[in-house]
């Protein structure tokens, strides 16, 4: 039996052992959890990092947009999306929240602009056909600013002109747009060097500030005293020196267009800066009468001047210096006389004083000096026909040696061009002395005379005929052949006086009494009396001796 008071053996059991606390304690089944938050966490920090500006873009409209599927692209490259769209508070636009990509950061700036994308057919540019496929986007073109923003305007056209395109923009002013618009093209030397990029009304509503840009290197010929006008469609001018009919090229004729040109004789001129304003003339014309300086003189004319417009060129030799810009009419009731004055702008620097050592254009003060000894030599206007279809006059400037001694009246405002009488008015006065030396001439007397020197040699004809006719009948085959001379001789007198009649018939054309017709005509006459008396001795022997046409003339005795 065993004992059960025994005592166990304690050297048996082991010591216990005590290991210290951890400051850290994770199980394995929290591995897995922390990695992933680990993971997500790196995955968030970098789309934070990466994500671009958040911006806000104002549109008159959302046409074509749609969040989460419009894009904006900057040269066909996206960077960025639009997030939203939301009506504005006052209801009068729609903003576009986009969210930009990290590289666009520096596209952000202040004068970046922004427009909706989608097919559009104007003028003669077709634009946007990728779109009818990939949707509408909204473009962005790149600032030079360096102030950034994050809040824009768009447009809803795309802009004219890149940015990044080199060359400058000019400001024109006009009365008018006429047929421009947006894309129209600039011409230079009927060569397209730029576009119309903005047209706008003034504040006052008086006229319209036209934008243009001229690529480079081209924007180099456009000088300080150059000078713009419209090339729109066809110009057909009417005017003295006939029908002009000019047109740019086709693509003004279509979409309009501008032109501008620099004065040959002063190429040298610097070049224009970009805040030159120049002014938009209607036609090329009306651009040349404005260059370089414009004087106001008076022309006083005693004819009429029916024909003569407000727009008339003022002709020196075939070049075209000023232009009629009033004319009125002026009475003199002390000596009864009726005058015109007209009023025309000369363009002085086109009368040029060259000399060989120097080439100087001609100064405004200098005027004076250049014109005083011109009309010493004559130098005067006057009123001349330049188409006679149409009847329109011009003014002409030219020599006169033999007029009476001028000189311009530089006392009156404008100042007085000596004139001389148009060759209309002395080719009039020349026909009525014609005509009254006409009405003067008996001619009624001489026309009776004729007519009845006319009435007897047709009878004495008509006679000698009949003779002819029965001598014909009655001779032998030779004489005959005599007779039938003697008409043929017959048949030329009677041709002769039907000449003597178309000559009478001209008598009214006879200048005077002593002319050489009416002497001439005279002497034919007395001709034709003397040949008719001859030829009524030659009918009354040959009636009396039919035989001495064979046998001959007997001899007198």
Do not use: C
């Not at 790149?142 to 080199?166: C, H, N, Y």
């Not at 017709?517 to 006459?525: C, I, Y």
Request: neutral net charge.
């Amino acid at each position: 039996m065993t004992d059960t008071t025994q005592k166990p053996d304690l050297s048996d059991i082991p010591d216990a052992v005590s290991e210290p606390k951890r400051r850290f304690s994770i199980q394995l089944v929290w591995i897995i959890p922390i990695v992933a938050a680990l993971i997500g966490l790196s995955i968030a920090v970098k789309s934070f990092m990466d994500r671009g500006e958040t911006i806000t873009i104002t549109f008159k409209t959302g046409e074509g947009m749609e969040a989460g599927k419009t894009k904006l692209k900057y040269k066909d490259v996206q960077i960025g999306e639009v997030k939203g769209l939301a009506i504005s508070k006052d209801r009068s636009h729609v903003v576009v929240t986009a969210e930009m990509s990290k590289d666009a950061r520096g596209l952000l700036v202040k004068d970046t602009r922004f427009w909706v994308v989608r097919a559009r057919i104007s003028g003669g540019n077709v634009s946007g056909l990728g779109t009818l496929i990939g949707g509408s986007y909204i473009g962005v073109g790149t600032g030079t600013s360096t102030e950034s923003r994050d809040s824009f305007i768009g447009t809803e056209t795309p802009p004219a002109v890149s940015l990044d395109v080199p060359g400058r923009q000019f400001i024109l002013h006009s009365d008018d747009v006429g047929s421009l618009d947006t894309s129209s093209p600039v011409f230079y030397r009927r060569m397209q060097v730029g576009q119309i990029i903005a047209t706008d009304l003034d504040q006052d509503g008086k006229g319209v500030t036209i934008k243009a840009f001229i690529r480079a290197p081209y924007d180099q010929y456009v000088k300080s005293n150059s000078f713009f006008w419209h090339a729109s469609g066809v110009d057909v001018t009417l005017n003295a020196s006939g029908v002009k009919i000019n047109t740019e090229s086709m693509v003004s004729i279509l979409m309009g267009g501008i032109s501008f040109q620099t004065p040959q004789d002063r190429l040298d001129a610097p070049p224009a800066r970009s805040d030159n304003v120049f002014p938009l003339f209607s036609t090329k014309e009306e651009a040349l009468k404005h260059v370089g300086t414009v004087e106001t003189y008076r022309l006083v004319f005693k004819e009429s001047v029916r024909g003569l417009t407000v727009g008339a060129p003022v002709d020196l030799r075939g070049v075209t210096v000023g232009e009629v810009t009033k004319i009125d009419v002026a009475l003199d009731s002390r000596n009864s006389e009726i005058s015109i004055p007209v009023e025309i702008q000369l363009y002085p620097e086109r009368i040029r004083a060259r000399s060989r050592s120097k080439s100087k254009q001609v100064k405004p003060q200098d005027s004076r000096a250049l014109l005083d000894p011109l009309v010493a030599h004559g130098f005067r206007a006057e009123v001349k026909s330049g188409n006679l279809l149409t009847g329109q006059l011009f003014i002409s400037l030219d020599f006169f040696p033999r007029t009476p001694t001028a000189k311009i009246d530089w006392s009156t405002d404008p100042p007085v061009f000596p004139t001389v009488p148009g060759s209309m008015e002395q080719l009039q006065k020349k026909l009525m002395q014609i005509v009254q030396k006409i009405e003067k001439m008996p001619l009624e007397e001489i026309a009776v005379d004729a007519r009845k020197t006319i009435l007897s040699l047709d009878a004495t004809l008509k006679s000698a005929d009949k003779l002819l006719k029965n001598v014909d009948g009655a001779v032998i085959p030779e004489a005959r052949t005599v007779l039938q001379e003697a008409r043929q001789s017959l048949e030329d007198v009677r041709k002769t006086l039907g000449e003597a009649r178309k000559t009478m018939g001209g008598v009214n054309q006879v200048v005077a009494s002593d002319a050489p017709v009416q002497l001439d005509l005279r002497e034919t006459m007395r001709e034709v009396s003397r040949a008719a008396q001859s030829l009524r001795l030659l009918g009354d022997y040959l009636e009396q001796h039919p035989e001495s046409l064979i046998r001959g003339k007997r001899e007198d005795k």
